[in-house]
């Protein structure tokens, strides 16, 4: 291809990458409520890969739900997502690349998204609708990060990155701890069923972001046992080694998670609300380990097509088209526009959007489409995808029509194009990726004044002198070892408004260390508490993992009403320190849960 070629191609990139920012503006037209728009239900695996399913080749497991909605609806071959789980839920929720929205890391505060971002949960309550998220939020856990914060109506799950249980465990809903009901996926699914029987009559967006299958890998026995002894048919084409008990366990998982989206189209069947509903289904990155993805290279992590490659299948009965598949790229930043395109919403946020409705290809048999690219991008790693290349994140590039697995680099023969995506890719990066360390600098907010409960977890916490946490993986971790009263916790937060709290402490403490005597403080503002009952459960998860975990186990932690608490609006550093340890250690920590009564 000659260079006037390459130059066009790349300027109508440039046009197509202003147009997708400048199509949908703010503030156009207001929402009027409609008797007939199409219910959403947004479904969201974790850590699934592209290959993961049927419909997508893999002979190694069954999916028929899953592959009914594509056979019913639209498949894309070519939709992309981040890396790695945080970004990825971000940019779904807003319509906009993830670097934008303060989101930096999947724990410890760095996967907040930003408050001045725009979610579709809000878009599609401001248009009349009943919104709910059932599963891992990861976005963000005290208000106004949290998802009740967001735009849902109703939420029950976990807010943090990953769990440590996955059988009847410690859950929330709407802020309040409670306990989950039997294995998690199918809890969150029952949730999402009464969602729709309660909301058949009305427009509703059910978002249910799973958390399989993401480790620790635990899967009910019916599902396991499918696999514990399967010979593996297709298995994974790289030098790596693949750890086969390991990909018997999600794709158990998996199969656990497609008889789940089974129940889901029952009930609607049930319901006939088939035809006035619009399903989804995607991963929110590749796969998390090395198991057959039809030859992609790189997993979850990876900026390569393996590590960013989803699934993505919609079905809207009689609306869509049946059985088509897509060849079009596409991105998680477009699920916002092309939903409240389809359902006749008009997006109004505050924020230009990234993403495109895919409508157009959705429903025409010839659409117009000019050609875009997307981008892909974690930590110092950035690659970008048009519908034919791949430049990876070492500026190689890749035909990915003729080398889907990326072995045959060829920047030095289309040097061209190559340094025109390589200015494409420095040009937005210099764009979205903040100018400051300000989103490196939020506190973690405490007592928001149009909320109940503010959870404050030991993932949250710095421990300092002998205090440990229970594992380097933080998100569902506990602390431990405290043996000294010049050892403390603390969290740096930010109390939103004046007001009186409960305060409640999570714990756990074995006999001998009963008349341990700690302090709760905040500025000019304690508590004190002691140690007066015992609860010494053991550490729960191996038995029921199918293969080795690199998370915390976990443990039934019990709540101590450490009484009431009055807080002052400002920042300050929370600490938990000990007064008296009469034996070895004061307690385990899981977290401080503040209730405002005021």
Same mark, same amino acid.
């Given at each position: 291809?000659?260079y006037?070629?390459f130059?066009?191609?790349?300027l109508?990139i440039?046009?197509?990458f202003v147009?997708c920012k400048d199509k949908?503006k703010?503030d156009l ?5 409609r ?7 947004l479904i969201?695996?974790?850590d699934?890969?592209?290959g ?5 080749g893999n002979?190694n ?19 992309y997502?981040?890396?790695?789980c945080?970004?990825t839920?971000a940019?779904?929720l807003?319509g906009?690349y993830f670097?934008?929205?303060g989101v930096?890391s ?7 998204l930003n ?8 878009v599609?309550?401001?248009?009349? *609708?009943t919104?709910?998220a059932? +599963?891992? !939020?990861h =976005?963000?856990?005290? $208000?106004?990060?949290?998802? /009740?914060a967001?735009?849902?109506?109703? *939420?029950?799950g976990?807010?943090? +990155?990953? !769990?440590? =249980?996955y059988?009847? $465990?410690?859950?929330?809903? /709407? ?14 699914t ?6 729709i ?5 009305k427009?509703?967006?059910l978002?249910?972001p799973?958390?399989?299958p993401?480790?620790p890998?635990?899967v ?10 399967k010979e593996l048919?297709m ?14 366990a999600a794709l158990?998982?998996?199969?656990n998670i497609?008889y789940?989206?089974g ?7 049930d ?6 509903t ?15 993805n ?10 390569d ?10 079905q ?8 088509k598949?897509i ?5 998680s930043?477009?699920?916002l ?6 359902a ?10 990234d993403?495109k ?19 892909n991008?974690?930590n110092s790693?950035t690659?970008?995808?048009m519908d ?5 994140n070492?500026?190689r ?9 990326q072995?045959?680099?060829l920047s ?7 340094d ?10 210099q764009?979205?990726l ?7 600098d ?6 928001h004044?149009?909320y ?8 949250d916490g710095?421990a300092h002198?002998?205090?440990e ?6 998100n569902?971790?506990f602390f ?6 010049e050892?403390r916790i ?5 109390v939103?408004a004046?007001g009186e709290f ?10 001998r260390?009963?008349?341990s ?5 905040i ?6 508490g ?7 459960p053991?550490l729960?998860?191996?038995s ?5 975990r690199?998370e ?5 932690f019990?709540?101590m ?7 002052k ?7 938990l ?7 070895e ?5 899981r ?5 405002r009564?005021?």
């Amino acid at each position: 291809m000659r260079y006037f070629q390459f130059k066009y191609m790349v300027l109508a990139i440039l046009v197509t990458f202003v147009s997708c920012k400048d199509k949908v503006k703010p503030d156009l037209i207001s929402n009027s409520h409609r008797t007939n728009k199409p219910n959403i239900v947004l479904i969201l695996a974790d850590d699934q890969g592209w290959g993961d399913l049927g419909i997508t080749g893999n002979t190694n497991l069954q999916t028929p739900n899953i592959d009914a909605i594509a056979k019913n609806g639209v498949m894309f071959d070519h939709f992309y997502v981040s890396p790695v789980c945080s970004p990825t839920r971000a940019e779904l929720l807003t319509g906009r690349y993830f670097p934008r929205l303060g989101v930096y890391s999947t724990s410890a505060g760095g996967e907040r998204l930003n408050l001045d971002e725009t979610t579709i949960a809000q878009v599609f309550k401001e248009a009349g *609708y009943t919104t709910a998220a059932y +599963g891992k !939020w990861h =976005n963000g856990m005290q $208000p106004p990060y949290h998802p /009740n914060a967001r735009g849902f109506d109703d *939420y029950y799950g976990f807010c943090s +990155g990953h !769990w440590g =249980n996955y059988f009847s $465990p410690m859950l929330e809903h /709407n802020g309040e701890i409670v306990k989950g009901e039997g294995f998690i996926i199918d809890d969150l699914t029952n949730k999402g069923i009464d969602f729709i029987d309660k909301n058949k009559d009305k427009p509703f967006f059910l978002y249910l972001p799973y958390n399989t299958p993401h480790s620790p890998m635990q899967v009910p026995d019916e599902f396991w046992g499918r696999f514990k002894d399967k010979e593996l048919a297709m298995k994974y084409h790289g030098e790596e080694e693949e750890n086969e008990n390991f990909t018997r366990a999600a794709l158990a998982m998996v199969e656990n998670i497609d008889y789940n989206v089974g129940r889901v189209f029952n009930k609607l069947k049930d319901l006939k609300l088939e035809e006035n509903t619009i399903v989804v289904y995607l991963s929110d990155n590749g796969p998390n380990g090395w198991r057959w993805n039809g030859g992609l290279r790189g997993k979850k992590g990876s900026t390569d097509e393996g590590g960013v490659r989803s699934p993505l299948v919609m079905q809207w009965k009689n609306n869509l088209p049946q059985g088509k598949r897509i060849t079009q790229i596409a991105s998680s930043i477009d699920l916002l526009p092309t939903l409240s395109e389809l359902a006749q919403i008009q997006v109004k946020t505050l924020k230009p959007l990234d993403g495109k409705s895919l409508k157009a290809l959705l429903m025409e048999d010839n659409p117009e489409w000019i050609p875009r690219v997307v981008y892909n991008h974690w930590n110092s790693g950035t690659s970008i995808r048009m519908d034919k290349y791949r430049l990876d994140n070492e500026d190689r590039l890749y035909d990915m029509l003729l080398d889907s697995e990326q072995t045959v680099d060829l920047s030095k023969k289309l040097p061209q194009l190559t340094d025109s995506l390589i200015s494409l890719k420095r040009d937005w990066l210099q764009e979205v990726l903040p100018k400051s360390k300000d989103t490196e600098d939020r506190p973690f907010t405490l007592g928001h004044p149009d909320y109940v409960y503010t959870q404050i977890p030991a993932r949250d916490g710095v421990a300092h002198g002998n205090i440990e946490r229970s594992n380097r993986h933080p998100n569902c971790t506990f602390f431990t070892n405290w043996k000294s009263t010049e050892d403390r916790i603390s969290w740096d937060v930010e109390v939103l408004a004046h007001g009186e709290f409960e305060v409640v402490l999570y714990y756990t403490a074995k006999e001998r260390d009963l008349g341990s005597e700690f302090e709760l403080r905040i500025g000019e503002s304690t508590l004190k508490g002691t140690i007066s009952k015992a609860h010494d459960p053991p550490l729960v998860g191996e038995s029921r993992d199918r293969d080795p975990r690199i998370e915390s186990y976990t443990k039934d932690f019990i709540p101590m009403d450490l009484g009431k608490m009055k807080l002052k609006k400002g920042r300050g550093n929370l600490t938990l320190k000990a007064l008296k340890i009469p034996g070895e250690e004061v307690m385990d920590v899981r977290l401080l849960m503040f209730k405002r009564i005021d």
